[in-house]
């Protein structure tokens, strides 16, 4: 049996994971931008342009969700510290995404190097 450490190891060792500076990159570039966690964590502060699809759904809303149409895109995905977007971005590549990319530290990380949040949708750059 695994433990949910290994299983975000596991799925770290088949994804690309990315730094906030790569990701701030990204962002510039106008990549889709997914943050996985749960909705009230998402209202608490989340990355400039992101789109919420909590990891407990993900799956189920790539048929449909606009942020989710384009399986050749770049998508960043990120999470509190990596680890369920890690996951998620697993399961993306599993369903045909090409370049699902997981931010490492998760948002925690991107708010220790003082990059712009958004809360209660007001931009805190």
């Given at each position: 049996m695994m433990t949910p450490h290994q299983l975000v190891a596991e799925a770290k060792a088949q994804i690309?994971?990315?730094t906030v500076t790569d990701a701030l990159q990204l962002l510039m570039e106008g990549v889709?931008?997914?943050d996985v966690r749960e909705p009230s964590e998402f209202e608490a502060g989340n990355l400039p342009g992101s789109v919420n699809i909590p990891r407990g759904i993900l799956e189920f809303k790539t048929p449909d969700h606009p942020a989710l149409a384009?399986?050749?895109a770049k998508i960043l995905l990120y999470c509190r510290t990596g680890?369920?977007?890690a996951m998620a971005a697993h399961s993306?590549?599993?369903l045909g995404y090409f370049q699902p990319v997981s931010m490492?530290?998760?948002y925690?990380?991107?708010v220790a190097h003082h990059q712009p949040v958004v809360k209660?949708?007001?931009d805190f750059s």
């Open positions: 690309q994971e990315v889709v931008v997914i384009n399986r050749q680890g369920r977007s993306l590549k599993r490492g530290g998760g925690e990380a991107w209660d949708n007001m």
